[in-house]
């Protein structure tokens, strides 16, 4: 987790793809046009100006960010006379002065965080209502307005000028490592934001989050329409990642799977329409007939009225705080641009296009052919979980169990055997213990996560949840996926050349290293687990599960570009436009592969409801996963994590470049597919 570095860099970055919208409404400059031109016609009599791009670049994007608190005109053109650096040399001296000083805010800032949030994060004694006070202040929250004032800001804007996706991918072999940290540095003060927009905007998502997260279904409580219970009366699955693992587990039970599978799928389509009756949702005490809608109390039917699309209310919210921030956000003035553009730095298009090339591959009718031989049936809609490719262990779960728990008892059991674990894949001791040295486990209050420094000098944190009784090995495997985000973030801290290139693209990058390490988690416990066709099945897996994840990734992206093409919509219009765009997508690319038509699931998601626009990563880090593996095979393990995660930050296309030779691709996934299938 890099929540500082989210902060300060989200939605910063870059802008290419569509051209802005017509519609928004651009925030009018205090510096006017002709000031502008004024400063840098006389700055370009200044003696030694040799780089007009630069000086130009510099000028127009200060200005953008220059409010009136700032000062007058006036006051900007002397700034930009006094600030601006013509000398090389001098530039670079005033680089590395920025580069120190920003490391030691992030990573004090970055220290700060997981000080105060450790007494709710962590399982070390009593919590007080003190430790949630601190651990919701944001002690970051007033950098970026003090950074303004004091007008450090701006003289990075004028100094290190803002280069677009674009721009950056033209970067060619002779821009060097520190011209791509300035570019970097550019980013960081790209749009000011209102802070009250700002708070609308988290505001939304935490409702949004909210909503989603009590939104449980009481499966004791189910009925089918003779009155048959299919559920164990205490289970509560939340919507909709408890209802689908739910469907996946049910593959396993030959008797009533499939019926508890079909209605479950009938909530979903009921959550979806809205006709879900309101009162249902997160009670116990009613009893309710999906396929009928009937709901009973005490034995007794009673009426109810159906949830009033508050589901597609959420999404409407969200899109009005965003796009109250279009405004100031010139170089990306929608959310859609500074989700994909900005944040992942891959543009949306490029996005939907290699989503459209993999979703209308041959070999996904193949994959179908051959679920459905294993099934004995025609597929239904929710097999786009099917999970029968899936690695099952020929070792039995209680001895996996008595392994993990033996092996750690406590987070500083797992944390001694890091090296050991490097060791195993691969890393010659003395790195292993240069890498392990950099990383703490602490004993997680809720689920683990993995949380890097920002600054040399302080420790990565893998945090884990461990019973009185051991380590199970569910944990265990969770636990080897958090250690691969830690290596990521030290080896792309502590080994980068410099700072403001360290990390990784984007987090599908940091997901990819996680899930390389969690799929070698036996070979960790230092178990073989031969079965000569996993690899097949694995792939087979991947394959399938990448459909699905598109899938939903495409509709949630069609329905912010229909947000934006209706502005002013209503709860009630975007879900006529979600179930068109669900049963399009659904003809478009799944019908040829289910025989089907029309079918509504690909609009169950929660994330599009309180995560909007992030599902699209998913299927990245699985391309991405893929790629590095497909790369790894036969090549020295540890040399290659290395020399990959060593590349830091630069963009995306280059860092798969460099990571493989070829830029990120569905087909190297496809090609191994005709394989699998064979
Ligand atoms: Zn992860």
């Known amino acids: 987790m890099k929540r500082l570095m989210i902060l300060l860099f989200a939605g910063f970055s870059a802008c290419t793809g569509p051209a ?13 046009e002709t000031t502008i031109n004024q400063t840098i016609d006389s700055l370009k009599q200044k003696k030694g100006i040799t780089n007009v791009i630069r000086l130009e670049k510099g000028v127009k994007h200060a200005a953008s960010l220059w409010h009136a608190e700032d000062g007058t005109s006036d006051d900007f053109v002397i700034f930009c006379k006094t600030n601006y650096v013509v000398n090389e040399t001098e530039r670079e001296l005033l680089f590395d002065k920025v580069s120190k000083n920003f490391e030691s805010i992030f990573g004090h800032f970055n220290k700060m965080s997981l000080d105060l949030k450790e007494n709710v994060d962590l399982n070390n004694g009593p919590m007080l209502e003190i430790d949630k006070e601190f651990s919701a202040y944001s002690v970051g929250a007033h950098l970026l307005s003090d950074l303004y004032s004091n007008k450090i800001a701006f003289i990075v804007a004028l100094n290190f000028p803002y280069y677009s996706l674009e721009e950056k991918g033209k970067f060619n072999e002779s821009v060097t490592r520190k011209e791509w940290a300035m570019a970097r540095l550019g980013d960081i003060f790209v749009s000011r934001v209102p802070a009250e927009l700002q708070q609308a905007s988290a505001k939304a998502g935490a409702d949004a989050d909210i909503y989603i997260s009590e939104y449980n279904i009481e499966m004791g409580r189910l009925r089918t329409d003779s009155g048959k219970q299919l559920f164990p009366d205490k289970m509560v699955l939340l919507s909709h990642w408890n209802l689908r ?48 809608n009937k709901v009973f109390e005490n034995s007794k039917e009673i009426s109810c009225t159906a949830e009033p699309n508050k589901r597609y209310q959420q999404i409407i919210n969200n899109f009005k705080a965003e796009k109250a921030i279009d405004a100031y956000s010139p170089e990306m003035n929608t959310f859609i641009l500074r989700k994909f553009s900005g944040e992942m730095e891959v543009p949306q298009v490029e996005v939907e296009l290699l989503f459209d090339e993999y979703l209308r591959s041959p070999q996904l009718a193949k994959i179908a052919a051959i679920i459905e031989k294993r099934l004995g049936r025609s597929l239904r809609p929710y097999d786009i979980w099917y999970d029968g490719f899936k690695a099952r262990s020929v070792i039995p779960q209680e001895e996996l169990n008595s392994r993990t728990t033996l092996r750690y008892p406590n987070p500083k059991a797992f944390e001694a055997d890091m090296p050991n674990m490097l060791g195993k894949l691969g890393w010659p001791n003395e790195r292993a213990q240069y890498i392990s040295a950099k990383i703490a486990v602490d004993p997680a209050r809720g689920s683990g996560h993995a949380w890097g420094a920002q600054m040399k000098g302080e420790k990565a944190h893998l945090r884990t949840r461990i019973p009185e009784t051991g380590m199970d090995y569910k944990g265990y495997n969770i636990a080897v996926h958090e250690f691969g985000h830690n290596v990521e973030q030290t080896i792309s801290l502590y080994d980068i050349d410099h700072y403001l290139l360290n990390g990784v693209p984007n987090t599908a990058f940091t997901e990819a290293l996680a899930f390389i390490f969690q799929s070698r988690d036996l070979q960790l416990l230092g178990i073989n687990n031969s079965n000569p066709d996993q690899e097949q099945l694995n792939t087979l897996d991947t394959g399938w599960s990448l459909m699905e994840i598109m899938g939903v990734g495409m509709v949630d992206m069609k329905i912010w570009k229909w947000l934006y093409a209706h502005p002013e919509s209503t709860a009630a219009e975007l879900k006529a436009a979600v179930q068109t765009i669900t049963k399009d997508v659904w003809n478009t690319y799944f019908s040829p592969v289910f025989g089907i038509k029309d079918e509504p ?14 599902l699209a990563a998913y299927s990245y880090g699985q391309i991405i996963e893929f790629q590095l593996e497909e790369h790894l095979n036969g090549k020295c393990f540890p040399n290659e994590i290395d020399r990959i995660y060593k590349q830091g930050r630069i963009i995306p296309q280059r860092w798969m470049e460099g990571a493989v030779g070829s830029k990120l691709s569905v087909k190297p996934i496809m090609n191994k597919l005709d394989k699998a299938i064979k």
């Open 601 to 614: 699931i690909l609009g169950i998601y929660s994330h599009m409801i309180s995560n909007p626009l992030y």
């Open 20 to 32: 802005p919208k017509e519609t928004t409404p651009s925030v009018q400059l205090f510096v006017s």
């Open 245 to 292: 693992d739910e469907i996946k587990a049910s593959y396993a039970n030959k008797e009533t799977g499939k019926e508890k599978q079909e209605m479950i799928y009938k909530v979903m389509e009921r959550i979806i329409n809205q006709d879900i009756p309101e009162k249902v949702i997160n009670n116990p005490n009613l009893q309710w007939m999906p396929y009928t």
